[in-house]
T-cell receptor, first 113, second 115 residues
Framework: SQKIEQNSEALNIQEGKTATLTCNYT??????LQWYRQDPGRGPVFLLL?????KEKRKERLKVTFDTTLKQSLFHITASQPADSATYLC????????????FGKGTMLLVSP | EAEVAQSPRYKITEKSQAVAFWCDPI?????LYWYRQILGQGPELLVQ????????DSQLPKDRFSAERLKGVDSTLKIQPAELGDSAMYLC?????????????FGPGTRLTVL
């Protein structure tokens, strides 16, 4: 069966450190992968998109890698700040069919001062 | 900045009652999605519209859920009758058009509690 797995436990780090979140998937062949941020009681907000033929994408303090052999994406936040505390969701878009996204459960990140 | 609007933000109802949620996507966005998000889980797609047509409702419990987007703009999701297990956040999202690699814009959601 198809699965998307994100760290189920919250990730606690200190301000200034690099946060690394993992998204693993099985039995999918995604055309691309997206990362979203979700604050409590609010809708997800898009952060980055990385395609199957791209290894790495950067945007300001954010970096995403995509390894289709390992079936894994890593999401990095450098110089993390308390304001980065939120739940981060990865979402896969399959190669076939409509632009449906399948979301992981998300990983909660807590950045302490 | 353009946003996806949803109402109500919160809804409390008793089981077996009918509830309806409304969504107004970003102007010009042809694709509209309804998701359900249970606490601690990721959003799960219920239905996807392209303009006024349903293109994917494979995960919509059609015995009790219905969705429409009559003029291809705003949309309504209805549950009748509501069950205890329907308690969740209902999210609406839109994007410009099918076939483009771009992001979905989400609304603030409607938090439904069924008693």
């Amino acid at each position: 069966s198809q699965k998307i797995e994100q760290n189920s436990e919250a990730l606690n780090i200190q301000e200034g450190k690099t946060a690394t979140l993992t998204c693993n998937y099985t039995n999918y062949s995604p055309a691309y992968l997206q990362w979203y941020r979700q604050d409590p009681g609010r809708g997800p907000v898009f952060l980055l998109l990385i395609r199957e033929n791209e290894k790495e994408k950067r945007k300001e303090r954010l970096k995403v890698t995509f390894d289709t052999t390992l079936k894994q994406s890593l999401f990095h936040i450098t110089a993390s700040q308390p304001a980065d505390s939120a739940t981060y969701l990865c979402a896969l878009r399959l190669n076939s069919g409509y632009s449906t996204l399948t979301f992981g459960k998300g990983t909660m990140l807590l950045v302490s001062p | 900045e353009a946003e996806v609007a949803q109402s109500p933000r919160y809804k409390i109802t008793e089981k077996s009652q009918a509830v309806a949620f409304w969504c107004d996507p970003i102007s010009g966005h042809a694709t509209l999605y309804w998701y359900r998000q249970i606490l601690g889980q990721g959003p799960e797609l219920l239905v996807q519209f392209q303009d006024e047509s349903v293109v994917d409702d494979s995960q919509l419990p059609k015995d009790r859920f219905s969705a429409e987007r009559l003029k291809g703009v705003d949309s309504t999701l209805k549950i009748q009758p509501a069950e205890l297990g329907d308690s969740a956040m209902y999210l609406c999202a839109s994007r410009t058009r099918e076939g483009l690699d771009n992001e979905q814009f989400f609304g603030p959601g409607t938090r439904l509690t069924v008693l």
